[in-house]
């Protein structure tokens, strides 16, 4: 068989395949997950944003570290940096925010910080600030706010 002929038949081999699908649609999730980041900022001369993954009433807050640009061709990777995070989240009007502070080694990959988790009522906002500080630069947070919405 030559090739035309080959590929004639894959094609409507093919075209007979996706015509019906194997298997049926799953039904949607009662509740999924929607991650939404705040604005990106420069710390420690490192790009960094705060987000929050709410599901259902559940929310749970991260940090992100990032280069804040590639880096120049030919030039060496960058060096392991330690960094001190912090990480707070509170429900705005509902008491004090809870922090966490931990050192991580940053590479050149970005790296997520994880934080607390809360789960919260229905129509609360919750305020979430992620700082990172490296000798001798002091952090200065990126904030993010989101509202569980049920």
């Known amino acids: 068989m030559n090739r035309l002929a080959l590929l004639a038949v894959g094609a409507a081999g093919l075209t007979a395949f996706t015509a019906a699908p194997a298997f049926a649609a799953a039904p949607a999730a009662a509740t999924e997950t ?3 980041c705040g604005s990106l900022g420069l710390q420690a001369g490192l790009n960094t944003r705060v987000c929050a993954d709410v599901t259902g009433t559940t ?4 940090g992100r570290v990032g280069l804040a640009g590639p880096p120049s061709p030919g030039s060496p990777a960058p060096e392991p940096r330690e960094l ?3 990480l707070s989240v509170e429900v705005v009007g509902g008491g004090a925010p809870v922090t966490q502070a931990r050192p991580v080694v940053f590479t050149s990959a970005t790296l997520d910080v994880s934080g607390p988790a809360a789960s919260v009522p229905c129509g609360s906002t919750v305020r979430a600030a992620f700082g990172v500080a490296s000798f ?5 947070p990126v904030v993010h706010e989101v509202t569980v919405t049920c």
Do not use: G
Request: a positive charge; hydrophobic letters at 55%; proline letters at 7%.
């Open 34 to 36: 929607v991650t939404s």
């Open 59 to 62: 929310v749970v807050i991260h």
């Open 84 to 86: 001190f995070t912090t």
């Open 136 to 140: 001798p630069w002091a952090a200065r």
